[in-house]
């Protein structure tokens, strides 16, 4: 029995055990049976390999209706194996996921899944075999729902086998033709392909089944990879680490890591700029990243002012353009990031204003500055050409300084007279006595 038999895994695995295993009935289940586009054609090329094949229109998440078809397998014939390649996708972020998406989801791969564990648990199966998905093992942008059935199926392989009785879940990764992700467009595949994450091909996909099916054990990730690009990758979710890299070396360094990482050199630009400079080196970042997502090669024609959902943004991309900014300057984004700032430039702001150091108080501006003339004037010779015009504009400014303002000051306090006259006729070390003690040095 296969459940979504007439959908394009159900048949490649149809034809798979046909003409490799030599299996002679197949009982393709799915909700429109004999009616599903294509259905007709593929059973009649089923029966011209040698294999008897009925077609049966069955909601496998609806109990009753399931038993029902089960109990019309002819006795004689009894059923000894099970694929449950059914389900459906109902992608979108966790705010955006009602009940009704949650059960859109769930119902064929968990309640399917079960019903059929209860109603065969007293047959003599010699396979049970449960298509999952990596989405369940590593998550993903926009699939919380999608994981969590799949989750289930691998749990309830584990659980089966743990009862004696045969189970496989296959967490697959993205099918390289056909499939619930047959409509992923070429920007799609050539995000997951920077990833690290190839498609399976049906030559791959079909020797996998084979060798989980035989002696392997109850779950297992059939999720092929580029090592070198998923080493690249500044967030690697930890199942993969290893297995990307398995001398434990990682090319990927956080912040806080010897010699620092993207972050730290990102802040480290950013304190060195102007804020004309900050702003530019913002937004070459969100331009590089928002290339990236898009699949551009080139980040120059992302125009600043140009809206994101214009740029070809959903929500997904959205999440992915988050995270991977969030990498780039060790901040936590909000995932509504794109929506709040919905242009490049806007969002270029809006980093600015979390991460470009704040401008200095103007007193500590200041000091900063006595500290280079201090240093300045302790290599000024006492015989130097000039000294006494050095010592005329500091005794100017101190006189400016204590009238309240810079030149053309508009206040002067009581006594600032008097200050001004003792300052004119200070000598070098007194005046430097006087930005010592004065003017906040000790």
């Not at 259905?39 to 029902?68: F, Q």
């Not at 979108?92 to 949650?102: E, H, N, Y």
Request: aromatic share 4%; charged share 20%; proline share 6%.
């Amino acid at each position: 029995l296969i459940t979504g038999g007439t959908g394009s895994l159900g048949a490649l695995f149809a034809r798979h055990l046909v003409t490799e295993h030599g299996i002679a009935r197949l009982l393709l289940v799915s909700r429109d049976g004999e009616s599903t586009e294509g259905a007709e054609e593929l059973a009649d090329e089923l029966r011209m390999l040698g294999a008897e094949v009925s077609l049966a229109a069955c909601d496998v998440a609806d109990r009753e209706a399931l038993a029902e078809v089960l109990a019309k397998i002819p006795a004689e014939h009894p059923l000894t194996a099970v694929v449950h390649t059914a389900g459906v996708l109902d992608n979108g972020l966790v705010p955006a996921l009602t009940p009704d998406r949650l059960r859109t989801v769930l119902r064929p791969k968990v309640d399917g899944a079960w019903n059929l564990h209860e109603l065969t648990r007293d047959r003599e199966l010699t396979a049970f075999v449960l298509f999952s998905s990596a989405v369940g093992v590593l998550g993903a942008p926009g699939q919380a729902n999608y994981a969590a059935a799949n989750a289930f199926l691998d749990a309830l392989a584990s659980h089966r086998r743990a009862h004696g009785l045969p189970a496989t879940s296959i967490a697959w990764g993205v099918w390289e033709t056909g499939g619930l992700n047959a409509d992923l467009d070429r920007a799609d595949l050539d995000r997951l392909a920077r990833d690290g994450f190839r498609p399976v091909s049906q030559t791959v996909g079909r020797a996998v089944f084979d060798r989980s099916t035989a002696d392997g054990p109850a779950t297992l990730v059939a999720l092929p990879l580029d090592p070198a690009a998923v080493r690249a990758q500044s967030q690697v979710p930890a199942p993969l680490r290893a297995l990307a890299d398995p001398t434990g070396r990682s090319t990927a360094r956080s912040a806080g890591s010897p010699g620092g990482g993207p972050t730290a050199r990102l802040t480290e630009r950013l304190a060195a700029a102007s804020a004309v400079e900050q702003e530019q080196l913002l937004l070459t970042l969100v331009r590089t990243e928002v290339a990236a997502v898009l699949g551009r090669s080139e980040s120059e024609g992302i125009e600043p002012g140009r809206a994101f959902q214009e740029l070809g943004f959903d929500s997904l991309t959205a999440v992915e353009l988050r995270n991977r900014l969030e990498s780039a300057t060790g901040l936590k984004l909000p995932p509504a990031l794109v929506f709040d700032h919905p242009t490049p430039a806007n969002l270029t702001g809006y980093l600015g204003s979390r991460l470009a150091p704040p401008a200095p108080e103007p007193h500590t501006a200041v000091l900063a500055e006595l500290d280079q003339l201090e240093g300045l004037l302790s290599a000024l010779p006492e015989d130097a050409p000039g000294r006494s015009d050095v010592t005329a504009r500091l005794r100017a400014l101190l006189s400016r300084l204590e009238k309240g303002g810079a030149a053309g000051g508009t206040a002067t306090p009581d006594g600032a007279a008097d200050a001004g006259e003792e300052l004119a006729a200070a000598s070098l070390d007194e005046l430097f006595s006087y930005i010592d003690h004065e003017l906040g040095r000790s």
